[in-house]
T-cell receptor, first 114, second 113 residues
Framework: SAVISQKPSRDICQRGTSLTIQCQVD?????MFWYRQQPGQSLTLIAT?????????ESGFVIDKFPISRPNLTFSTLTVSNMSPEDSSIYLC???????????FGQGTRLTVV | GENVEQHPSTLSVQEGDSAVIKCTYS??????FPWYKQELGKRPQLIID?????GEKKDQRIAVTLNKTAKHFSLHITETQPEDSAVYFC????????????FGSGTRLQVQP
C-alpha cells in the first residue's frame, strides 16, 4: 500500500476565493487521481493528474475551475477556484500503485464555502 | 463511459446475519472490481477486489462474486457484526488507459446488535 498525506484536512472559505489542496505520497506512484464526494453521495472523478503534462479532466470538470499540478511522482495539488457554496464537498486524492489497479485514498479535505 | 449501479441503497440486518450488496456495470471492457468500506468521516478503505479472470474471491467473512456474462458482481458479508456498519461502495475499472475507478452510488449497511 501507500501512505498518503492530504492537507488541509478541512477548511472554511469565503465564496469567490480559491483553495489549494496538497497530496503527498510516501513512494513513487504511477497514477494519481482527484475525486469529489458531495455530502452523502458517492465519489466522482474530477481528473487524472499526469506527471509532467496537463491533467485529464472528466466531463463536467474544467481546468479553469479545478487546476491541477503534478510536478513529480509523489506530489500533486488540486485548486478549487472562485468557490461557491456548491463547491462544498470532500475532495479526495487517490493513488494507484505501479502494479495492479488497487487505489488508495488520502484522508480527504472537507471544504465548506460560505 | 462506464456506469455502475448499486443496490440496495440501505440495508439493515441483525447481528450474525448475512448481507449482500449487488452491482452491475455497463462496460464489458472493465476487468477490475474493488469494494470499499467508508466509515463516517473517514476515507474509503479497500476491503476486497476481484479481477475478471476469477469468479469468486473470499477473505474471512467477506466474499465477492463476479458474473462477467451478466456484468454484475456482489459483495457478501457473513456473520455480520456491529463494526461492519458503514457505507460500502463498489467500483469498476480497466487495467489499461487511465485506470480510474467508476463508483456505484453506495450502500449504507446497518448491523443491529
Amino acid at each position: 500500500s501507500a501512505v498518503i498525506s492530504q492537507k488541509p484536512s478541512r477548511d472554511i472559505c469565503q465564496r469567490g476565493t480559491s483553495l489549494t489542496i496538497q497530496c503527498q505520497v510516501d513512494s513513487q506512484v504511477t497514477m494519481m487521481f482527484w475525486y469529489r464526494q458531495q455530502p452523502g453521495q458517492s465519489l466522482t472523478l474530477i481528473a487524472t493528474a499526469n506527471q509532467g503534462s496537463e491533467a485529464t479532466y472528466e466531463s463536467g470538470f474544467v481546468i479553469d475551475k479545478f487546476p491541477i499540478s503534478r510536478p513529480n511522482l509523489t506530489f500533486s495539488t488540486l485548486t478549487v477556484s472562485n468557490m461557491s457554496p456548491e463547491d462544498s464537498s470532500i475532495y479526495l486524492c487517490s493513488v494507484g500503485l505501479r502494479e495492479g489497479n488497487e487505489a488508495f485514498f488520502g484522508q480527504g479535505t472537507r471544504l465548506t464555502v460560505v | 463511459g462506464e456506469n455502475v449501479e448499486q443496490h440496495p441503497s440501505t440495508l439493515s440486518v441483525q447481528e450474525g446475519d448475512s448481507a449482500v450488496i449487488k452491482c452491475t456495470y455497463s462496460d464489458s471492457a472493465s476487468n477490475y472490481f474493488p469494494w470499499y468500506k467508508q466509515e463516517l468521516g473517514k476515507r474509503p478503505q479497500l476491503i476486497i477486489d476481484i479481477r475478471s479472470n476469477v469468479g469468486e474471491k473470499k477473505d474471512q467473512r467477506i466474499a465477492v462474486t463476479l458474473n462477467k456474462t451478466a456484468k454484475h458482481f456482489s459483495l457478501h458479508i457473513t456473520e455480520t457484526q456491529p463494526e461492519d456498519s458503514a457505507v460500502y461502495f463498489c467500483a469498476a475499472s480497466k487495467d489499461t488507459g487511465r485506470r480510474a475507478l467508476t463508483f456505484g452510488s453506495g450502500t449504507r449497511l446497518q448491523v443491529q446488535p
